[in-house]
Structures are given as structure tokens and as C-alpha cells.
């Protein structure tokens, strides 16, 4: 993993760019195909009735989405580079405790900033741009206005300069993010309904759980898990 960061480290600033684009492009269409097998193998499982229509306008700000992540990514070299963002490569106990630190802040993070973005005077500026997206189609997760995708990148800086957390974590979390990202916007349930009913499984923000936000936005605005809706009495009744 050391060898891993040592390469990132020593690009030029233009070769980071290139890859930070290239990786952000790659992640995004590994996503979006990702959404589309889950959609075509649990077409049986629909959470909606008909899926989201695709219009150009979408695939631009999906493209800008793109851009802006790996302008995060450019921004986070700069600062690892200038001394601000401290990575460590400690043993496992601590790489298992920074990937739950860093699930946790993300986690609670998100939960915070969502309501926010709901509130009326900030949602049509901030947040309308993805509930434009009423079921689900392969990009939905990408259709985010550009204030949105900027406030993500900067919660998760703000993780990283305020812990000097470890390697592996970072790239654990950021694998659970993309992974959740997909599962929540596939628009199917590929977990069987007995699982669903499992007490962890309840813990967990699973496919129909993000899809229920899409369809009320007053319930489930948790991410990664279901906690923060529990602890705030904004959680789905058929969760
Ligand atoms: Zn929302
Ligand atoms: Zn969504």
C-alpha cells in the first residue's frame, strides 16, 4: 500500500490531474454499469414502477459530477502535498478503527448536511437537481448539482485534515461509498426479504431504503446506515 501512496505522491502535478480524471471517469462507469447488471439481474425486484427517463441534460451534469471529483481528488493531493492531510500506514487494529471513524463522520456528516439541503430555502438551489430523479436510472447517482458534489468533496477533506487516518481506510471507505452510491441508486432490491428483516440488515442503508428518500423526501436522508434517521425520528415506517 506504501508503494501505492509513494506513486501518488511523486506524480507531477499534471499527471495527477490526468489520473484524477481517468480514475473519477473509470469509477463512475464501473458505477453506472454496475447499476444497470443490478437493474437487468433483479429486474424482477423493482423498487419503482417504471424507470427514470435518460435525457441529455443529465448526462452533462453526470459528466460534471465526474469533473468535480476529481477536482476534490486534485484539491486533496494539494493539501496531502503541503503538509495538511497527514496518511498513515499503521497495523490493522487501527486501519479497522480509521475506516469506522471515517464511516462514522461521513455517515453522521451526510445525515446533517442532507436535512440541511432539504430545508426549503436551500433545497432548489442545492438539492432539486437529484430529486429531479423521481425513480431511478443508471446515473442518478452522478445527476447532482454542482454545489452538491463540491459540499460532499469538502465533508470529506474536512475528514481528512481533522484525522490522520490510514491508507488502506481511506481507499476501504472510498470502495463503501461508490459501492453504496450504486446499491442506493440501482432501483431494485437485490438483498432477499428475509435478510431485510435481519437486525443488522435494519442497520444498514440498503437499496429500498435510499429509494423510499426518492419517492417521500421526508423520510430516510442516513447514507451508509439507517442510524440517524432512527435517532431523529425522520426514518420510513417500513424500514
Ligand atoms: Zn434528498
Ligand atoms: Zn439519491
Request: with cysteine; charged share 10%.
Amino acid at each position: 500500500m506504501k508503494t501505492l501512496y509513494d506513486w501518488f505522491y511523486l506524480q507531477s502535478r499534471a499527471s495527477w490531474v490526468l489520473f484524477s480524471v481517468l480514475s473519477n471517469l473509470g469509477i463512475a462507469v464501473a458505477s453506472i454499469t454496475g447499476c444497470w447488471l443490478l437493474g437487468y439481474c433483479f429486474r424482477k425486484r423493482t423498487v419503482f414502477a417504471a424507470s427514470q427517463p435518460l435525457i441529455a441534460h443529465d448526462i452533462y451534469l453526470a459528466f460534471g459530477c465526474v469533473l468535480l471529483n476529481a477536482g476534490v481528488s486534485i484539491a486533496g493531493w494539494f493539501l496531502w502535498k503541503a503538509g495538511w492531510i497527514h496518511i498513515t500506514f499503521p497495523s490493522w487494529p487501527r486501519i479497522v478503527f480509521d475506516t469506522l471513524l471515517l464511516l462514522f463522520y461521513m455517515d453522521a456528516g451526510m445525515y446533517v448536511t442532507h436535512r440541511v439541503v432539504h430545508h426549503p430555502g436551500i433545497f432548489k438551489i442545492v438539492h432539486r437537481t437529484h430529486h429531479t430523479h423521481e425513480s431511478m436510472n443508471p446515473i442518478s447517482l452522478f445527476v447532482l448539482n454542482p454545489f452538491e458534489v463540491i459540499g460532499f468533496g469538502a465533508l470529506l477533506l474536512s475528514a481528512l485534515l481533522l484525522f490522520h487516518l490510514s491508507a488502506v481506510a481511506i481507499l476501504v471507505y472510498l470502495s463503501l461509498n461508490i459501492l453504496w452510491g450504486t446499491l442506493g441508486h440501482a432501483g431494485v432490491e437485490p438483498f432477499p426479504v428475509t435478510w431485510m428483516r435481519h437486525p443488522l440488515i435494519q442497520q444498514v442503508g440498503t437499496s429500498s431504503f435510499h429509494a423510499r428518500h426518492h419517492a417521500d423526501l421526508r423520510y430516510n436522508f442516513g447514507f451508509y446506515t439507517t442510524i440517524w434517521d432512527r435517532v431523529f425520528g425522520t426514518l420510513h415506517r417500513e424500514e
